[in-house]
């Protein structure tokens, strides 16, 4: 298979991972770090996994602090490429800033936005359901690929799938997006078939976000193509951009509207959210004990489950804890067990409330 | 009050505390560590309790592996009261060999051995029972400090009490000394009332102790003689010497022949067997969280409760766990339960297996 024609990937790379800390850090965010062991960043492997469908055609869209260290690790990457917000002004503003400047260089290109820190399990299967999202595109849609739901989760935002589109195999209009569901409105959603996860992952010609952009938001539409046609604009614009998520700006009046489609996909996605998430990804280990990321031979379980991260060259012993989950980092260590995952954010809320601190 | 004329101290200093691993080591035993945040350490305390008693006449007998922390520790110790084992012969040669050269310098000598790594909680009735038991001593008997049982511990030995000393006020005869007992007998032993602990407590006259050891060791009786008469013997004679626990060589056949005496102890012991043992015996934090031991700044406690140790400077966080135990050293982290403190061993043993490893 080759690249497709006239395709760009946009990949916003922010966000601290706050629930992956101490692993995770504002100075060393989620996407910089090899989560899985494999070798490769998670901004890496997005890059890995985009490759074969847009060859060169990757946009990485972060903020200035982490500039130099995308740089680093995605050697391949042209400067011009590589755009440095001045600060964070929500997913509406990075990926269009991106798509604006694409527009501008070819007026036809159909860009797709993928966060830089989510893991994906099928590749053929992902590479299947983009390119037929990049046709749906090239119709004037806004396209989404919805994840098929595999359990109840509470952690994501629903698409609501309606009919199916003419001619297309898979690809169905959007009725509508929905916020986090709690447990038995997700039960519910599972039951019902016609939901799919949003992984926040949207294809579209670069003129029809922007014309659509326009629609519902004319001076954040106007002020990114302004920038796309002037760079030096950026420092004294930027700031006053229009703070909102992409799935607010266009995505939900969009699909009131018609005018989006979804493209189910049936690989496994994961966007890491926590511990207990990143347990699950890796691989269990041969002898039954907790999942070890790093080097197993630093770390000693007696009679215990979960997550151990031996991050610091230091000796990690666990004894008689199931389900337990230890970061050992160079300067902060975490205890906690899977099912309390998602509360690792109270310890960073203490230290930034306690001051001072360096290690958030 | 006084010190108690011809009495002398012997404080056995060996044992690696292994269930206290990894704040305790070979190399870094229980005994030179403050495990209490006093600013002393569990020797340091151990002497400064015996010096109302003993004044200066305190004898040290430690592995030579430790000999000049201990005189670090311990720095008003003459050099000759400062005893080092070429390699551990088990208490009945250390305590002997100690009696043995006190025996030499004072015929009338009393010795009492005191454990340098427990913790006693009532100054006051602790001195007021070794009064009694060197009093009881002085007539010849072998007198030991029975510990009241507050609860059924199964981590002690017992001492079986029989009938009163004539004219004495607390001092009663040993029957017999019993070994751990299961959690059953335990409770039966709490519910007699006839049982104290037995904590390593003996109180006698130098010259008695040495004569029980000659009725059923007396190579070892002689051995120890001689090398209180020429230190230059240690090298070549100490690695001969029987390796026998005092309880085992004298105080068992000693009680069976009614030679033995026990003074109740009613002040509050402990000999920090791991951490669990350790946590009861920290003052309980203000703000209901995990028990620390160190920097409480270093501490992020989310529904936790437990002991946390920050031992190496970094952050330790905990969130949402009950008696849990969290030890942080600068090369090891042991992370475990109140439940399961007993099981620290195993680690201990696992690193051993793996071989090379300097952390035990």
Request: proline content about 6%; hydrophobic content about 50%; charged content about 20%.
């Amino acid at each position: 298979m080759t690249a497709i024609d006239g395709f760009w990937a946009v990949v916003p790379a922010g966000g601290a991972g706050t629930r992956l800390w101490p692993l995770s850090r504002a100075g060393a965010p989620k996407f910089l770090l090899d989560l899985t062991g494999t070798g490769r960043t998670l901004l890496q492997g997005t890059a890995d996994r985009l490759r074969p469908l847009v060859g060169d055609r990757l946009v990485v869209v972060t903020g200035t602090r982490h500039a130099s260290a995308v740089a680093a690790q995605l050697p391949g990457l042209p400067t011009t490429q590589l755009m440095a917000e001045p600060s964070p002004r929500d997913s509406m503003a990075a990926i269009g800033w991106a798509a604006a400047v694409l527009e501008a260089r070819d007026p036809s290109a159909v860009v797709g936005s993928f966060a830089a820190d989510h893991l994906i399990g099928d590749q053929v299967a992902f590479e299947d359901c983009v390119r037929e999202a990049v046709e749906v595109a090239r119709t004037g849609l806004l396209v989404t690929i919805g994840i098929e739901p595999t359990y109840a989760a509470t952690g994501f935002g629903y698409i609501r799938a309606g009919s199916a589109l003419p001619g297309r195999p898979t690809a169905r209009a959007v009725e509508e997006f929905v916020e986090k569901p709690d447990a038995s409105t997700a039960a519910r959603y599972l039951a019902e078939g016609a939901y799919r996860w949003n992984a926040g992952m949207f294809v579209v010609r670069a003129s029809v976000l922007l014309d659509l952009l326009h629609e519902w938001h004319p001076d954040l539409a106007s002020g990114l193509r302004a920038l796309a046609a002037d760079q030096a604009l950026l420092e004294q614009s930027w700031d006053g951009l229009t703070k909102i998520a992409i799935d607010n700006a266009i995505a939900e009046p969009a699909a009131a509207a018609g005018r989006v489609a979804v493209v189910p996909g049936t690989f496994a996605w994961d966007d890491i959210g926590d511990f207990a998430s990143l347990a699950g990804l890796l691989p269990p280990p041969a002898d039954g004990g907790p999942t070890v990321l790093g080097d197993p031979d630093l770390v000693v379980a007696v009679d215990s489950t979960g997550l151990v991260v031996p991050g610091s060259g230091r000796v990690v012993s666990v004894v008689g804890l199931d389900d337990v989950v230890v970061i050992d980092t160079g300067d902060a260590l975490l205890v906690t067990t899977l099912e309390r995952a998602q509360d690792v954010k109270a310890v960073v809320d203490a230290l930034k409330a306690a001051g001072g601190s360096d290690l958030t």
